[in-house]
């Protein structure tokens, strides 16, 4: 404290009073603008969680998004300071200039309470959660405010003439840099907690000594596939299975800390990766003895930053397998995933659900509504079933999981019962109530070319209207832009709407959907999800079918 007095010794209190008074003004503003800076900087903060608390993905946002988010800050900062700096020039010779010092704070205060109310009413797939982690991150993010207040409030005292508590309004600017900071201050200090978090759930996973182990990795599918494989297996095991999307060190350690239970005999953990390593880590705390690619495709490129990158990462899995003397399944009608294969002499299944001769696979199978009916076939034995799920590349997912079923001992009939049970995963080509008479097809956690395609097929069998809502494909690198035009071009085969949601991806959608010759009056744009959904009520009717394919990730809302 005494530190900040003799700082304030030489300059004049603002209000005529002591040097103590205006000590207490300026701690009084700084912790009030740090409090606001948090609000203010939801955006970076949620950035950085959604990165999986990795400063390459956070800058690459910042890049990827050009700064369009620093550069709101950048306006706010300079609309602060000038109405700051106006008004004190302006009240400069009024008997009540002193008090009229204030005036301006009030006008700061107004700015930045439209900027956060705007930050936080744009919608949000992924709201930042506050996790212990991220609260810590807060906290000293705030000191950093803090500090920073004091000493550009001390630093425009002393040498910026009218200015005094106008210096405030330039702090909002130097938010993403302090996000950054915070994060490195406290980097050491998350990583000997996680590892220790990471350890205690190793350690309760090892305690499970009869527990068979599964883990799931590949460009898309996991949740799918996970969550198939967790109906069909509960016909003969306890299963415990990490829930939702929790496929990262922390999710999974929480999972087995939190969820598996001394009765649970299979545990399979989905597998999630951003960049080289990732997969090798996760393999190191649940040390899979059987494992599952679903698929290779091009999702999340970006981080990976080349296809080979991205194949050697989803190989860990069967690498660590192989050494093992584990078992792999693979996915044998995803040709990337097929020719991974080839590199294991491991036991392994190559799964295809429709080439026949295989252990177990598909045939006679018929789409509808409701979902699809088929013909299981294993050996000798032929069972009519059908699943509750939308599209043929679900036929796929089934025979890869039931492959693993038989593997661990499951009867074709005990296989056919849990396809009976299966539901659709949210959000992933489920169709959904609507009060409007509408068909809604949820698939808006699908961010995967292979997904959309696979989407888009089920769309066509409708013989009605049909409206795709979609901001197209991120995360892809370099192929992003030759991918969204290729579903340019599958979307104007397929659909007879189009309300392109945002501006990412506008260019290439819309050059692959006039190649495709989707008129141009068919061709909408919308802002946000919220006004597509207001424009999707003025083209349509009753009967109608709308498929809302992928929704974009909060880093490009």
């Known amino acids: 404290m005494n530190i900040f007095l003799n700082a304030f010794k030489e300059v004049p209190a603002p209000l005529g009073f002591d040097n103590w008074i205006t000590f207490w003004l300026v701690f009084a503003i ?193 949740t799918s596939v996970k969550n198939i494989l967790t109906t069909l297996l509960s016909e003969k095991y306890n299963v415990c299975s990490s829930p939702m999307s929790y496929n990262t060190p922390l999710g999974l350690s929480k999972t087995i800390l939190n969820n598996l239970t001394d009765k649970d005999q299979i545990f399979i953990a989905e597998m999630g990766a951003r960049f080289v390593g990732d997969i090798t880590t996760l393999c190191d705390l649940i040390e899979p003895e059987i494992g599952i690619i679903t698929g290779i495709g091009n999702q999340h490129l970006l981080s990976f930053g080349t296809k080979e990158n991205l194949i050697k990462t989803k190989a860990e899995l069967a690498d660590y397998v192989s050494k093992n003397n584990g078992k792999m399944v693979f996915n044998a009608d995803n040709e990337e995933c097929k020719n991974m294969a080839s590199s294991y002499t491991c036991e392994k299944v190559l799964s295809s659900a429709f080439k026949e001769n295989e252990i177990i696979y598909a045939k006679d199978f018929e789409y509808d509504r409701a979902g699809v009916n088929f013909t299981l076939v294993c050996g000798k034995k032929e069972i009519k079933t059908s699943a509750r799920l939308l599209g043929f590349h679900n036929i796929s997912n089934i025979i890869l999981c039931a492959n693993v079923c038989l593997m661990l001992g499951l009867t074709v009939e005990e296989i056919e019962k849990g396809i009976q049970k299966l539901v659709p995963s ?67 085969e397929k659909a007879d709407y189009i309300i392109i949601n945002g501006t990412t991806n506008f260019e290439a959608l819309e050059e692959g959907l006039k190649e495709g010759g989707m008129p141009e009056e068919k061709i909408l744009r919308a802002g946000s999800l919220k006004q597509a959904v207001t424009q999707l009520y003025d083209i349509t009717e009753p009967g109608d079918v709308v498929l809302f394919e992928n929704d974009l990730p909060d880093n490009y809302n």
């Not at 620093?70 to 609309?79: A, K, V």
């Not at 109405?83 to 204030?102: C, G, S």
């Not at 489920?430 to 995967?448: C, F, M, R």
């Not at 888009?456 to 690198?477: D, H, M, R």
Request: with cysteine.
């Open 426 to 492: 949210a959000h992933r080509l489920a169709l959904v109530p609507s009060s409007s008479a509408l068909t809604i097809i949820d698939d808006a956690y699908n961010g995967s070319v292979e997904g959309a395609t696979a989407a888009l097929e089920v769309l066509a069998s409708y013989n009605t209207k049909k409206i795709v809502i979609t901001p197209g494909l991120v995360e892809l690198g370099k192929e992003q832009y030759s991918s969204n035009k290729q579903l340019g071009l599958l979307i104007a």
């Open 30 to 222: 700084s912790v009030t603008n740090a409090i606001l800076m948090c609000f203010a900087g939801y955006k970076f903060l949620q950035v950085v969680q959604l990165s999986s608390y990795r400063m390459k993905g956070y800058f690459g946002w910042i890049k990827e998004t050009k700064g369009s988010w620093w550069g709101r800050l950048i306006m706010l900062s300079f609309l602060s300071s000038a109405a700051l700096l106006i008004t004190n020039v302006l009240l400069e010779d009024f008997f009540a200039y002193k008090i009229m010092t204030y005036l301006g704070l009030v006008f700061y205060l107004i700015f930045c309470i439209v900027y956060i109310v705007n930050q936080y009413s744009a919608p949000q797939k992924t709201p930042l959660k506050y996790t212990s982690r991220m609260t810590r991150l807060v906290v000293v993010y705030a000191i950093l405010v803090f500090v920073l207040s004091i000493f550009v409030l001390n630093f425009s005292f002393l040498y910026i003439p009218y200015f005094q508590y106008g210096a405030i309004g330039l702090t909002p600017m130097f938010i993403p840099l302090l996000v950054c900071l915070a994060y490195y201050i406290t980097y050491p200090f998350e990583v000997l907690h996680n590892k220790s978090f990471v350890k205690k759930a190793k350690k309760h996973l090892s305690n499970h000594k009869n527990l068979i182990k599964i883990g799931i990795t590949g460009s898309y599918g996991k």
